[in-house]
């Protein structure tokens, strides 16, 4: 044999070997992930009341009323759960500009609250990292893996973990509004106009978050004063925001199609992430 021969099948081994090596871990990610879905299905309760009565609003701030009429119709289902869809881009770095492109399938319930973010963010072609982010029966967990095979963080627990996971959930209420009503556990207070506090309580995590609208009265921005993110490999607590736009109607209701988030930090806002919604599903009270 030539060496030109020998060489061809050294490459064809090599191949032969990344495919077999990216079949396993997207197998074994996927096993992992399927029995974290389970847990997050298995702690599922059916909502009550099973439908808005717009009454339950009356006693709100105004900025608040305004955004469920603008959100939702009277007798409503309420949504017990979600699967969402998105596209878009993820910094990679906390401190620079290491944008990649990803897509995500995220399972949510609303009570109890939880969700299951399972994405895969492009690095080179035929090379990922794929991402677990969830809040599952109280408990906050982040893996990232490469391939699904080398891991490259693996967090969870409660106290810090379990209140920034749920803060998430929280924040992307807006995707299942019913979620955000009075009758769903969530004190409103007013602070102007245009903005309110909204508190709920899961376990023993409660929680604050500013909720800012625009003109239509739909959520423009939400705010949490503190929320633990690893910069390196520290986790440092710092202000968290998030916008909302391109608003369209889904199953009756108001949802926007399009969310970035970023910290505040002393040097400024640092967006991170930038995801447009391309599949909206969802499963409401009988």
Known sequence: MTWFTWLALACAVLVIAAVGLTAFGAMRWADATQSLTARLEAGRVPPVPARYDAREIESLPMPVQRYFRAALTPGQAIVTASTIQMTGTF?????????????SLQRVTT????FLWDARISMLPGVAVRVVDSYIAGNGLLK????????MADMQGGDDMARGEFMRWFAEAVWYPTALLPSQGVRWQAVDDRSANATLVDGPVSLTLLFRFDEAGLIESFRAEARGGMVGQIMVQAPWEGR???YQTRDGMTVPLTGEVMWVRPEGRKTYFIGNVTSL??????
């Open 281 to 286: 599903n969802y499963e409401f009270s009988p």
């Open 91 to 103: 910094n990679l770095s906390a401190t620079g500009e290491q944008w990649r492109p990803f897509t």
């Open 144 to 151: 990232a893996s490469i391939q699904g095979l080398f891991t």
């Open 111 to 114: 009570r109890r609250p939880g």
């Open 244 to 246: 909302f736009s391109n």
